[in-house]
């Protein structure tokens, strides 16, 4: 037991370094130092989670505990739950984007299903504090877009979250809506939140129908702008495509607007063949929207010469699953 202890100790000893870093108002500590103090608190983690079944409940009751012991280091989620930017906001915004691309790679590798229920009673405050960081306009796009990015996961892999508990469907999609017409917020953020609007969708299809018009209609003005652009932004087509696939229907797609959509498609996939798009994702994302929606661009088939559009598809098809 000695040696779980020393490995919890270790643990914790790093979470209290980064607690540290990110609620330093005086101190401004560079990247190459966070990312050791993240790399760190992972790889002891991980040797925990190797050490036995208990060393590793312990190791995941530490990471994202909500009320901390008072003997015991401040967990992970406290850091992630920090609202006091402080002077530093530029080193908490730092310590945020390294700490969620780790846990991310963490919790995706942590196949053991003890192991995950373990971390499952703690997923839905996960969920909530990084919709916040999503939303916050004072942090930098790469902690945004990792924020996001673990929200989408949680949706997609853990059934534990809950759309009323977790996260007011009635309210969260405006507040998404009010950050994709901010000026402020990046491409790249953009397309994040399009991705947790599409996993919103997908996964709780009846309490997300009041919000599936405005979606829609942003959705379509967002299209037409970057199919118009010499300078695209990709995520944010991407998110277009992944939203798309979970709201689209014969109710409220006309025909013309599916001939414009179908142009959309098209030119997505020509792109790709012609070797001038290598984001995987957004072939991956325009296939799925293609795919699960193929009855209603039957005659847009038919127009476009299946065979040759056909061949278009295979040669996607096929690149797109070298990753």
């Known amino acids: 037991m000695s040696q779980k202890c020393h490995h919890l100790d270790l643990v914790d000893r790093s979470l209290r ?14 990247k190459d130092t966070i990312e050791s103090f993240v790399a760190a608190l992972f790889r002891r983690s ?14 995941c009751f530490r990471l994202f505990q909500t009320t901390p012991v008072q003997k015991h280091a401040p967990s992970l989620l ?13 080193t908490l915004g730092m310590v945020l984007g390294i700490a969620l691309e780790h846990l991310l790679t963490f919790i995706k590798d942590m196949q053991d299903t003890t192991l995950r229920h373990a971390v499952a009673g703690q997923v839905g405050s996960i969920t909530q504090a990084c919709c916040t960081l999503l939303l916050s306009s004072q942090l930098p796009s790469k ?22 508990a977790h996260f007011d469907v009635a309210s969260l999609p405006d ?25 919103l969708f997908n996964k709780y299809p009846d309490a997300m129908t009041v919000h599936r018009a405005a979606v829609g209609r942003w959705i379509d003005q967002a299209l037409d702008k970057q199919f118009s652009s010499n300078a695209p932004e990709m995520q944010i087509i991407h998110g277009c495509f992944v ?11 006309d025909q013309s607007k599916r001939d414009t959509l179908f142009q959309f498609i098209h030119v997505t996939l020509a ?19 293609l795919g699960k929606h193929m009855h209603l661009f039957a005659t847009n088939l038919v127009e476009a010469d299946p065979y040759q559009f056909y061949l278009l598809m295979l040669h996607c098809c096929a690149s797109s699953t070298k990753k």
């Open 271 to 289: 792109t790709a063949a012609s070797g001038n798009l290598s984001r995987l994702a957004i072939v991956k994302a325009c296939l799925g929207l």
């Open 243 to 253: 939203c798309l696939s979970e709201i689209l229907d014969e109710a409220t797609y």
């Open 143 to 164: 902690t945004r877009s990792a924020a996001g990015e673990l929200v989408t996961y949680f949706i997609k892999h853990h059934k534990h979250v809950s759309a009323s």
């Open 78 to 90: 406290s850091i992630i739950q920090l609202q006091d930017y402080g002077t530093k906001k530029s």
């Open 46 to 59: 991980v040797r925990c989670l190797l050490e036995s079944r208990v060393a590793a409940e312990l190791c």
């Open 175 to 199: 507040r998404f809506l009010n950050e994709l017409n901010s000026s402020k917020c990046t491409q790249t953020v953009k397309g994040v939140i399009l991705d947790v609007l599409g996993g």
């Open 17 to 30: 370094q980064l607690y540290g870093v990110a609620s330093s108002r005086d101190v401004e500590v560079d």
